[in-house]
């Protein structure tokens, strides 16, 4: 059981926008900032947003992040089917004193 | 940017021993933090634990404290992972990965390494 939860799954269409969500509670989220990581089995993860917002150099800007409180939202604008892939969302546990990832959700272009 | 590139599948036996690595190259390695992340087969990725190479600092999630030991050799720029005694259950891809030392938590962890598949099977 994850520390941060996902939904399981998610879905849209080619152009559509997609949000994802990750809820965390006052020891993760709340308190440290949120990153996501894309993967495409069966290879590695890939950074797509650290400190809850950035895009590192290379990442579209269709990709964006947002964080309210305990809970942090991953949005696709104009899905593409490039797309189709796992999401992570990531953060530190001040409880733990480690790091924690959501369970990640599957993402399907119809 | 640092690159990452990990050793090679490995399959064994319950209860061998085995050591992989993780090998950083295009930074010092002294301005990284490292992870390890564990994928089963078919599953999500689990945080395993971390270390910082420049004094060893080394940190591990409740559930691997104990299984694996988090190394690191900061003269050669590598990272290890290793187990005593491999169970079927340690079946799965490793990763290996790094963020800045700068920030540190509030970061991510920009680069990772192609990952490695450990099979343990009797």
């Known amino acids: 059981q994850s520390v941060l939860t996902q939904p399981p799954s998610a879905s849209g269409t080619p152009g559509q926008r997609v949000a994802i969500s990750c809820s965390g509670g006052f020891s993760n989220i709340e308190t440290n900032t949120v990153s996501w990581y894309q993967q495409i089995p069966p290879t590695a993860p890939k950074l797509l947003i650290y400190?809850?917002?950035q895009r590192p150099s290379g990442v579209p800007d269709r990709f964006s992040g947002s964080k309210s409180g305990t809970s942090a939202s991953l949005a696709i604008n104009g899905l593409q089917s490039e797309d189709e892939a796992d999401y992570y969302c990531a953060t530190w546990d001040d409880r733990l004193r480690n790091w924690v990832f959501g369970g990640g959700t599957r993402l399907t272009v119809l | 940017e640092v690159q990452l590139v990990q050793s090679g599948a490995e399959v064994k036996k319950p209860g061998e021993s085995l050591k992989i690595s993780c090998e950083a190259s295009g930074s010092t390695f002294s301005n990284y933090w490292v992870a390890w992340v564990r994928q089963k087969p078919g599953k999500g990725l689990e945080w395993m634990g971390i270390?910082?190479?420049?004094?060893?600092?080394?940190r591990y999630l409740p559930s691997f404290r104990g299984q694996v030991t988090i190394s690191a050799d900061r003269s050669i720029n590598t990272a290890y992972l290793q187990w005593t005694s491999l169970m079927t259950s340690d079946t799965a891809i490793y990763y290996c990965a790094t963020a800045p030392v700068i920030d540190f938590p509030q970061v991510g962890w920009g680069s990772w390494g192609q990952g490695t598949l450990v099979t343990v099977s009797s």
């Open positions: 400190a809850n917002d």
């Open positions: 270390i910082y190479p420049d004094d060893s600092d080394t």
